[in-house]
Nanobody, 115 residues
């Protein structure tokens, strides 16, 4: 069974950094494009960044230049390095395949950007 386990969230001041991690099990990880999504209460979950199996990367405009997605196929991990965080980045963050979501969501990790 597929498991997605996100970690690394927390409370950070504006301008700070966090690194999110997602441990993936139950699939042949290297065969799937992976993405990070975020959701705030009352809003839809949206794609923040995606990394294809060939390594090409997509970012939503609001995080370009600040966030970096990466993957480690040997460890079945996907990461999101978030720099220059803004209060509007506050959300629950999730990983899953992209552009289509193929698996059940994990529990997510909460990121709160506040002074």
């Amino acid at each position: 069974q597929v498991q997605l386990v996100e970690s690394g969230g927390g409370l950070v001041q504006p301008g700070g950094s966090l690194r999110l991690s997602c441990a993936v099990s139950g699939i042949i990880f290297r065969r799937y494009p992976m993405g990070w999504y975020r959701q705030t209460p009352g809003k839809q979950r949206t794609l923040v960044a995606g990394i294809n199996i060939g390594g090409s990367i997509n970012y939503t405009d609001s995080v370009k230049g600040r966030f970096t997605i990466s993957r480690d196929n040997a460890k079945n991990m996907v990461y999101l390095q978030m720099n220059s965080l803004k209060p509007e980045d506050t959300a629950s963050y999730y990983c899953n395949t992209f552009p289509s979501v193929l698996f059940n969501w994990g529990q997510g990790t909460q990121v709160t950007v506040s002074s």
